[in-house]
């Protein structure tokens, strides 16, 4: 599979030079600018047919992955890649003849993010194992950087700098910080998430700085990071396809659009999908864009599912190129909803009574607007059968969810310690010359 960036060339008749997934995870942004996509996929159907409910995450990972990636990862480098990074699965529960849940919060940190990173840290690890080395700088907030530390802990070859917006750090090892001897180096700035960005761009885009220390990014701008969320979808698709009467839809909680983007790369591998659900909340951000409008950002609003609160989501140069390369055919393909907290609230309640089952926010975004397809296409369970997407453990939100419901959920103990405060290795201002001090001064 070779990638190329969505930004067009300025140059008539120049076409943009095509690298490899190994290159764009290392690179992760086109020097020229846009996001690395893929620029054609390989038909995965033949894998589809004889892998079935019985296949393990890691098993379906070792066989997709040497036949996606040729010449980027051989199946040894695969199966250690696989066994690396994944210890735990995702979890299918089919609730009725309408919905399934996709339960993606089974890893280390209790987030969908576990899965992608997981991997990518697995795959780094490997391009880096004989030659070469790289720093992971990424802009986290909440939970995100707990996520990408525990991924990257430990991993040879790879310095892991986490950039954090004013406030407070939860849930990093100390044991693993740069000057305890691990590789993990956390940073944070005097500024929003948004300064946090704007300097790991500075930073990619500093070609001196870039290569002196190998940068890449762990963000969901990385294709290293995007890619491998495909493969649950895949999975989902395996330990149903034996009951599916009609179509399969996925209903996709969106807010940066990773992993909706990942859904249609799942698509056009050859995954026999119907459609997905762009479930958004009240922010909206590319409803309009989706249904053949321009897209205009807003403002952002504060809802209760505020993974969701995005007003230009980092992905949406890679969702305008597929509007852009089959707008019809796209438009028949993802339906957007959007689904205010009053809904969120009452289907939490209403999952609750009706499956025993608790919903955090994102999923009770997802599941409602599920329904509103249901209800507005008049659709049977004869017609289609849809998956939500579960992203984040309901104990999280766990105060909300009693509020609704009266139930009081246990906190997993991998997740207890995620809550403890921990205090960065340096507090600087949103500068490059001052990240770099920084860095410096550790490593």
């Given at each position: 599979m070779q990638f190329k960036s969505t930004l067009p060339s300025s140059s008539p008749g120049f076409a943009m030079p095509l690298i490899s997934f190994k290159d764009a995870v290392l690179q992760c942004l086109p020097p020229e600018g846009g996001l690395y996509v893929p620029s054609s996929v390989m038909?995965?159907?033949?894998?589809?047919?004889?892998?079935?409910?019985?296949?393990?995450?890691?098993?379906?990972v070792e066989t997709l992955t040497p036949a996606l990636l040729q010449g980027d990862l051989n199946p040894v480098?695969?199966?250690?890649?696989?066994?690396?990074?994944?210890s735990f699965e995702p979890e299918l529960m089919q609730l009725d003849e309408h919905f399934s849940l996709l339960k993606?919060?089974?890893?280390?940190?209790?987030l969908f993010k576990d899965f992608g990173t997981g991997f990518l840290a697995a795959a780094m690890e490997e391009f880096l194992k004989n030659n070469g080395q790289s720093?992971?700088?990424?802009?986290?907030?909440d939970d995100t950087g707990v996520s990408i530390a525990r991924a990257f802990a430990g991993r040879q070859n790879i310095i892991c700098c986490l950039l954090y917006p004013s406030g407070p750090i939860r849930g990093l090892d100390l044991s693993t910080f740069v000057p305890n001897g691990g590789n993990i180096l956390p940073i944070q700035i005097r500024g929003t998430f948004d300064d946090c960005q704007r300097l790991i761009t500075e930073c990619i885009y500093d070609t001196s700085f870039a290569e002196r220390y190998h940068i890449t990014t762990a963000n969901a701008r990385n294709p290293g990071r995007l890619l491998p969320q495909s493969f649950y979808y895949i999975y989902a698709f395996l330990k149903l396809k034996k009951q599916l009467p009609g179509g399969l839809i996925f209903s996709v909680p969106s807010g940066?659009?990773?992993?909706?983007?990942?859904?249609?790369y799942a698509w056009k591998f050859g995954l026999p999908v119907s459609g997905f659900v762009a479930a958004m909340n009240a922010n909206n951000s590319v409803g309009d864009f989706i249904q053949g409008k321009s897209f205009k950002p807003k403002p952002p609003i504060a809802t209760i599912s505020p993974g969701l609160d995005v007003a230009v989501p980092s992905n949406y140069e890679r969702l305008s190129s597929f509007y852009t390369e089959a707008p019809a055919v796209m438009?028949?393909?993802?339906?957007?909803?959007?689904?205010?907290?009053?809904?969120t609230v009452d289907t939490i309640g209403q999952v609750w009574k009706k499956y025993g089952v608790l919903l955090d926010p994102h999923a009770a975004v997802g599941f409602a607007a599920a329904e509103c397809l249901l209800e507005a296409r008049n659709l049977s369970s004869s017609d289609v059968h849809i998956v939500v997407l579960a992203t984040?453990?309901?104990?999280?939100?766990?105060?909300?969810i009693k509020e609704i419901t009266g139930q009081t959920i246990k906190m997993p103990e991998r997740l207890i310690a995620l809550r403890k405060k921990i205090d960065p290795i340096a507090i600087i201002d949103p500068q490059l010359d001052a990240l770099e001090s920084a860095i410096a001064s550790c490593v």
């Amino acid at each position: 599979m070779q990638f190329k960036s969505t930004l067009p060339s300025s140059s008539p008749g120049f076409a943009m030079p095509l690298i490899s997934f190994k290159d764009a995870v290392l690179q992760c942004l086109p020097p020229e600018g846009g996001l690395y996509v893929p620029s054609s996929v390989m038909d995965m159907r033949q894998f589809f047919l004889y892998m079935d409910a019985n296949t393990t995450y890691p098993e379906l990972v070792e066989t997709l992955t040497p036949a996606l990636l040729q010449g980027d990862l051989n199946p040894v480098s695969a199966t250690l890649l696989a066994q690396s990074a994944f210890s735990f699965e995702p979890e299918l529960m089919q609730l009725d003849e309408h919905f399934s849940l996709l339960k993606l919060y089974n890893g280390p940190t209790g987030l969908f993010k576990d899965f992608g990173t997981g991997f990518l840290a697995a795959a780094m690890e490997e391009f880096l194992k004989n030659n070469g080395q790289s720093m992971v700088l990424s802009a986290v907030r909440d939970d995100t950087g707990v996520s990408i530390a525990r991924a990257f802990a430990g991993r040879q070859n790879i310095i892991c700098c986490l950039l954090y917006p004013s406030g407070p750090i939860r849930g990093l090892d100390l044991s693993t910080f740069v000057p305890n001897g691990g590789n993990i180096l956390p940073i944070q700035i005097r500024g929003t998430f948004d300064d946090c960005q704007r300097l790991i761009t500075e930073c990619i885009y500093d070609t001196s700085f870039a290569e002196r220390y190998h940068i890449t990014t762990a963000n969901a701008r990385n294709p290293g990071r995007l890619l491998p969320q495909s493969f649950y979808y895949i999975y989902a698709f395996l330990k149903l396809k034996k009951q599916l009467p009609g179509g399969l839809i996925f209903s996709v909680p969106s807010g940066n659009f990773g992993n909706l983007i990942a859904g249609l790369y799942a698509w056009k591998f050859g995954l026999p999908v119907s459609g997905f659900v762009a479930a958004m909340n009240a922010n909206n951000s590319v409803g309009d864009f989706i249904q053949g409008k321009s897209f205009k950002p807003k403002p952002p609003i504060a809802t209760i599912s505020p993974g969701l609160d995005v007003a230009v989501p980092s992905n949406y140069e890679r969702l305008s190129s597929f509007y852009t390369e089959a707008p019809a055919v796209m438009r028949n393909m993802v339906f957007p909803a959007s689904i205010d907290d009053k809904t969120t609230v009452d289907t939490i309640g209403q999952v609750w009574k009706k499956y025993g089952v608790l919903l955090d926010p994102h999923a009770a975004v997802g599941f409602a607007a599920a329904e509103c397809l249901l209800e507005a296409r008049n659709l049977s369970s004869s017609d289609v059968h849809i998956v939500v997407l579960a992203t984040g453990h309901p104990a999280i939100e766990g105060i909300l969810i009693k509020e609704i419901t009266g139930q009081t959920i246990k906190m997993p103990e991998r997740l207890i310690a995620l809550r403890k405060k921990i205090d960065p290795i340096a507090i600087i201002d949103p500068q490059l010359d001052a990240l770099e001090s920084a860095i410096a001064s550790c490593v």
